[in-house]
């Protein structure tokens, strides 16, 4: 069975740091890539990163870039998201999500798994 689980999402104050966790179970990553996405209470889900698994080649939002860090694990078949200087509109669910590779890696409806997301909440 394909599961995505996330983790490590929580309450920071701006400028601090979290690290979310995508553990992913039922296949192997290495022809895969994982997406991470987030979506904020009345906004449409939005594309954070992307990291095509076997390669290691990485995407990222305008939004996020040299704030946001994707990695992966290959032993632990995870993937993370390295988040600093976090920013209250940084605020949102955060999903992980998998599809064949980061093609067209921000649009929601090209990944056929996803995770049941992890809250980020940036206030102080």
């Known amino acids: 069975q394909v599961q995505l689980v996330e983790s490590g999402g929580g309450l920071v104050q701006p400028g601090g740091s979290l690290r979310l966790s995508c553990a992913n179970s039922g296949f192997t990553l290495d022809k895969s890539a994982i997406g991470w996405f987030r979506q904020a209470p009345g906004k449409e889900r939005e594309g954070v990163s992307c990291?095509?698994?076997?390669?290691?080649?990485?995407h990222y939002a305008d939004s996020v870039k040299g704030r946001f860090t994707i990695s992966r694990d290959n032993a632990k078949n995870t993937v993370y998201l390295q988040m600093n200087s976090l920013k209250p509109e940084d605020t949102a669910v955060y999903y992980c999500a998998r599809k064949g590779n980061c093609a067209a890696w921000e649009q929601v409806g090209t990944y056929y798994y996803w995770g049941q997301g992890t809250q980020v909440t940036v206030s102080s």
């Open positions: 990291v095509n698994f076997n390669i290691g080649s990485t």
